[in-house]
């Protein structure tokens, strides 16, 4: 299993070298998210938003099966097999003066339109905090996140739609 995270996050650093990322400007009243998107790239692409108790919560989305560079192939993940885990979701956190957060805990919460749930903690990285989930079905997720940022608790909770 560990060799299989490994090649994941191996083929994931290689396909964001090759394919780079765009920057994601944000509408936000008050927030001038282009000063520091302007120093980092966001892996993925935006799909929700949210301020939580005066700290601005962006999530990135990104579909690995549709990864198509051949150093991914080479390392077997895109392959005849399919992922287990295929969706990679970013969360990063900009705190009240508007500095993105790189030090924290979060843990995200996934429920399908069954019920059936997924929990995983965000791994530092790109200065955000990522984790891989199975989004393969067509639905509505309930998608739940804790961060923990000093001894401050954030809850946020959206639903995303599959299509």
Not at 13 to 26: E, R
Not at 83 to 98: A, E, G, S, T
Not at 137 to 153: C, D, M, R, W
Request: with cysteine; aromatic share 8%; charged share 30%.
């Amino acid at each position: 299993m560990n060799r299989f995270i490994t090649s994941v996050l191996t083929i994931f650093c290689i396909s964001l070298l090759l394919t780079g990322t765009a920057l994601a400007g944000s509408d936000m009243a008050g927030h001038d998210m282009s000063k520091s998107d302007a120093k980092s790239s966001k892996i993925g692409e935006l799909f929700h938003e949210s301020m939580v108790d005066g700290y601005m919560l962006s999530y990135y989305l990104m579909d690995l099966r549709e990864q198509k560079s051949e150093e991914a192939k080479d390392h077997g993940a895109h392959g005849e097999k399919e992922m287990d885990k295929p969706h990679h979701i970013m969360v990063y956190i900009l705190d009240k003066n508007h500095e993105p957060v790189l030090k924290g805990k979060v843990g995200f919460l996934i429920t399908n339109k069954d019920g059936e749930k997924q929990k995983a903690m965000g791994m530092y990285m790109s200065k955000g905090f990522g984790t891989t989930a199975d989004m393969k079905e067509k639905g509505v997720y309930a998608i739940t996140v804790k961060a923990l940022v000093g001894n401050v608790k954030l809850m946020d909770k959206f639903d995303h739609e599959i299509k």
